[in-house]
């Protein structure tokens, strides 16, 4: 099989990456045969529930490891990459603090941190000053809820505050998880909008999981999707890369 | 790991749930506190019997009830001991009579030698009394009505020759024993003055000094037997009256060498004791028997060796007994023996039987004697026993006899703690002594606490369990409510150890707010038991309470606890897979 020639610009590269679940009455089979993201580009995987989308990114996240693999690497810089597939946990979660950034589904905040605490968190864990949050606070429109709690906000303030945790400490990715998935459409706009530009702004890449395709295709400068093929009570689930035209 | 990060964020999180924190902190302080409660009862109840007990020195005084005889070197050896805690030697009980003297009267009392540490004077904040002082016992106060700082004049009397005579010497007033303190007729001096007391009565010393600084007078004379010359006198005596009139219970004829020196004659019989003595005053029935029978009787001493020292040489000699009659109003005889020699006439210092003792004597030549012949009469003989017998040594600087190694009758001895009672009368009933203590109420002491302990032990097993349940399930469902935030600081970088730092902090910070809580009730319900039962208890005294030490181990075992609960949270949040937890919504 050939692969797609690797350009200066990327920073993610998977191939092969392979997950099986077994479950009482059907396994489940994820297969990633490659997948590459580009420096500041956005990249959205579509799917319904179930096809292995979240599985996609907890493995990209390193929050849990493929069963089999031929690489996974991320750039650590314009010169060095970093096998994520032999990585110690400490690097690991080094890679995780330094480079990536997670956005969840409806937030993922920590409910007894004020608004500025929880987008200051990943820069703490970095040993990085605070003061570097209130410029992003202000683009993202959230510098006036630094003092209120997660349970006091709305969840497109919410989203709001997610993304800018995940831009706090400087990474080169951004992973979001259905990051529009509970907001109404007028608030799913704004979001995607803020997540957007603000990650053009800083030449991060981004990596969308949602089974809203139209929010964010037109935006994406790679989409994927996936084939679904039943054998038996084995269900295999292969990401594709698809056209971005609809 | 950055724990100063984990601290914050743990503090962040017990803040924002101030109120789940805080029902967790009671609910432990809840089960805490009857523990402290009961330990601090347990340990005030305990301690404030012990105080009692051992606040009243009659409790830690160890009695020798049985006069006896003990070395200065034996008393040095007993002061020694581990858990003595004051040690003082005291003469015997007959020779401490005294009278103190006043303007307004005179009263009899006991001499108690005391010195430095004397737990009897130091409960009542009392001075230890020095040369010319004295502490009076209440019922002596009340009865001579001395002020502290005035002067009181201690008298004793004594038998001298058949006359009675009588010094005195002033003490100054320094402490009056309260009644509490269970003295009554007794009065406290320095050991110096008892001693002086008792040399005073036995004859060997001319008045009483404070300082004890003068040399003492030669002891009146004793005598190891009598010579009668009528050899049936016994038998045809009643053995009824024969036992009543003589203290000897040994006899024998007089030898060829005896009558050769002129010492008894042919029929003469020695009636004679070989390892005792008897004092004048013992001999005046058999004198009287004697007269009756128109016996002619006469005292007797063995012979003493002594050796003096010349320019030259050392000689040793041995001086004789020559018998003499009994003069029971004598003075004390004038120390002079009988030389053959006129060369050795003159006075010398003779060290007496081997190193017992030693005197002064003045050697008078006697030409009737054949040359190297000494000879002393038999009172004379019988002060240089009795010098041998007390271990008496003349002293030029003291002009007059000391006693370097002095014996003593009694002892007082104290033990330091309630704890050393028991060894301590062991220990010295094992040297031989007699010697008592309240052992038994110190026992009743120590066995209320071993029960108290039991039960304690048992109600701190069931709320300790409790507390420690409690703790460990709230923990626990901390945790399981927490995966979710746990997760999430996982997909931020947390490492795995860092997060299992959480439910430990947390734990920690819990136990320690509990338990600073629990002491903070504990303290105040305390206070409210000291206020509640002011009455009962005296100054300084405590009904609840606990020690640093026990706060510490509280402190410790809550610590233990709260760790333990917290390595099972721990391996909780080590088992969560952050993937799964971060979707639990």
Same mark, same amino acid.
């Given at each position: ?246 | ?265 042919? *029929? ?27 016996? *002619? ?149 120590? *066995? ?138």
């Amino acid at each position: 099989m050939s692969y797609e020639a690797l350009s200066a610009s990327t920073v993610l590269t998977a191939r092969e990456l392979s997950r099986f679940y077994a479950g009482s009455e059907r396994s489940f089979r994820l297969l990633v045969p490659e997948l590459n993201v580009d420096a500041g580009s956005v990249n959205i995987i579509i799917g319904r529930s179930g096809c292995g989308k979240s599985t996609l990114l907890d493995m990209l996240g390193m929050i849990s490891r493929p069963d089999s693999a031929q690489s996974y690497r991320i750039r650590r810089n314009p010169c060095q990459w970093f096998d994520a597939l032999r990585a110690t946990p400490h690097e690991a979660e080094h890679l995780r603090r330094t480079q990536l950034g997670y956005i969840l589904q409806t937030g993922g905040l920590l409910p007894f941190l004020s608004v500025e605490d929880n987008v200051a968190l990943p820069r703490q864990l970095c040993g990085s000053p605070r003061d570097g949050i209130g410029k992003l606070m202000e683009r993202l429109e959230i510098a006036g809820l630094s003092r209120q709690y997660p349970a006091q906000l709305s969840t497109g303030q919410r989203q709001r505050v997610a993304i800018a945790r995940a831009l706090a400490a400087g990474p080169r990715i951004v992973l979001a998880d259905e990051p529009t998935g509970a907001l109404d459409p007028e608030s799913a706009r704004i979001v995607r909008e803020l997540l957007l530009e603000t990650a053009r702004e800083r030449n991060v890449a981004v990596l969308i999981v949602t089974h809203d395709a139209e929010l964010f295709r037109t935006a994406a400068d790679r989409v994927y999707g996936f084939d679904i093929r039943v054998e038996g009570t084995c269900v295999t689930s292969t990401l594709r890369r698809e056209s971005n035209t609809i | 790991m950055n724990l100063c990060l984990v601290l914050k964020l743990v503090w962040q999180q017990l803040r924002h749930e101030w109120l789940a924190a805080a029902c967790l902190c009671i609910a432990m302080a809840a089960a805490l506190v009857p523990v402290l409660m009961i330990l601090g009862l347990k340990e005030g109840t305990v301690q404030t019997l012990r105080q009692r007990l051992a606040a009243d020195p009659a409790n830690l005084e160890i009695r020798m009830p049985i006069s006896t005889h003990i070395s200065s070197q034996e008393v040095e050896s007993l002061r020694a001991l581990p858990g003595v805690g004051f040690c003082i030697p005291a003469t015997r009980i007959l020779a401490t009579s005294a009278h103190l003297v006043t303007d307004s009267g005179s009263e009899e009392v006991n001499l108690i030698p005391t010195g430095a540490g004397d737990p009897l004077l130091a409960r009542h904040s009392l001075p230890v009394p020095r040369a010319g002082e004295i502490v009076l016992g209440s019922a002596i106060a009340e009865k001579l009505s001395p002020e502290v700082g005035g002067e009181i004049r201690l008298r004793r009397g004594r038998m001298e020759g058949g006359r009675a005579q009588y010094t005195e010497v002033p003490c100054r007033v320094v402490g009056i024993l309260p009644d509490s303190s269970g003295v009554g007729a007794q009065v406290f001096v320095p050991l110096s003055l008892v001693i002086a007391v008792e040399e005073y009565a036995e004859g060997a010393r001319q008045s009483l000094s404070a300082e004890g600084a003068q040399g003492l007078t030669p002891p009146a004379p004793v005598y190891h037997g009598m010579w009668l010359n009528k050899p049936g006198l016994k038998d045809s005596t009643p053995d009824y009256v024969w036992d009543r009139a003589c203290p000897f219970s040994e006899q024998r004829p007089a030898t060829e060498d005896e009558i050769r020196r002129g010492m008894a004659s042919q *029929e003469a019989i020695l009636f004679f004791n070989s390892a005792q003595h008897k004092a004048v005053d013992k001999l005046r029935r058999a004198y009287q028997l004697a007269k009756q029978n128109r016996a *002619e009787f006469r005292l007797w001493n063995p012979p003493v060796s002594a050796t003096r020292q010349t320019s030259d040489k050392t000689e040793t000699f041995t001086i004789h007994c020559i018998p003499e009659p009994l003069n029971l109003r004598a003075a004390a005889p004038a120390l002079q023996i009988r030389c053959g020699n006129p060369a050795d006439a003159g006075f010398h210092t003779l060290l007496l039987a081997g190193g017992k003792g030693s005197m002064r004597v003045e050697a008078v030549a006697d030409t009737s004697l054949p040359p190297g012949e000494w000879t002393a009469s038999a009172s004379v003989l019988g002060v240089l026993h009795g010098i041998c017998q007390r271990g008496l040594f003349w002293s030029e600087e003291a002009g007059g006899l000391t006693q370097p190694h002095r014996a003593f009758s009694r002892i007082r001895l104290y033990a330091r703690g309630l704890d050393d009672v028991e060894p301590l009368v062991q220990h010295i009933t094992a040297r031989g002594y007699h010697a008592e203590g309240n052992i038994a109420g110190i026992r009743r002491v120590q *066995e209320l606490n071993a029960q108290l302990e039991i039960l304690f032990t048992l109600l701190a097993v069931i709320c300790v369990t409790g507390a420690a349940i409690s703790l460990a399930l709230n923990l626990f469902n901390g945790v399981l409510k927490r995966r979710r935030d746990y997760a999430i600081l996982a997909t931020l970088g947390f490492s795995r150890a860092t997060l299992t730092c959480f439910p430990i902090c947390e734990s920690l910070l819990l136990t320690l707010l509990s338990i600073g809580l629990s002491f903070f009730l504990f303290h105040g319900m305390a206070h409210a038991i000291s206020v509640l039962f002011a009455a009962e208890i005296e100054t300084g005294e405590n009904l609840c309470f606990l020690s640093p030490a026990h706060h510490a181990l509280v402190l410790g075992c809550g610590i233990a606890i709260g760790l333990l609960a917290a390595v099972c949270a721990a391996v909780n949040v080590l088992r969560t897979q952050p993937s799964t937890a971060i979707r639990e919504m």
